[in-house]
Nanobody, 123 residues
C-alpha cells in the first residue's frame, strides 16, 4: 500500500518561505512522477507542481512560476518543494501526489495522495 507522508507546512508571513517534503513508501516508485496539488474551500484540487522521475521535466502552474521550485531524491523516494515569496493567495491545503508517469500526474490519473498539509500565509 502506497503511503505518502508530507511535512513542512505551517504559518508564514507574506514574502516568506517554506519547504515542503513528501516521502513515499509501500512499493517501488521507479519511473513514477511526483508532484503537489492544492485545494482551498469551495474549489477543486488543482495541480501546482510536477516533476518526472529523472527530474528532467518540471511543471509549474502559472500562479507559482518563478516562486516555487521542485526537486526530488529518488534514493529516498522523496519530493521537495521550496516556496519563496509566498502570498496570501497561496494559503491552501497542499497534497503530495504520485502517478506512474508524468502525463498521468498532470491528469490526476492513477494518482496516490498524501493526507495534506496546511499552508497559511498571513498578510
Amino acid at each position: 500500500q502506497v503511503q505518502l507522508v508530507e511535512s513542512g507546512g505551517g504559518l508564514v508571513q507574506a514574502g516568506g518561505s517554506l519547504r515542503l517534503s513528501c516521502a513515499a513508501s509501500g512499493r517501488s516508485f521507479s519511473g513514477y512522477a511526483m508532484g503537489w496539488f492544492r485545494q482551498t474551500p469551495g474549489k477543486e484540487r488543482a495541480i501546482v507542481t510536477a516533476i518526472n522521475w529523472s527530474a528532467s521535466i518540471t511543471y509549474y502552474a502559472d500562479p507559482v512560476k518563478g516562486r516555487f521550485t521542485s526537486s526530488r531524491d529518488n534514493d529516498k523516494n522523496t519530493v521537495y518543494r521550496k516556496m519563496d515569496s509566498l502570498k496570501p493567495e497561496d494559503t491552501a491545503v497542499y497534497y503530495c501526489a504520485v502517478s506512474p508517469s508524468y502525463r498521468e500526474l498532470l491528469a490526476s490519473s492513477g494518482t496516490s495522495w498524501g493526507q495534506g498539509t496546511q499552508v497559511t500565509v498571513s498578510s
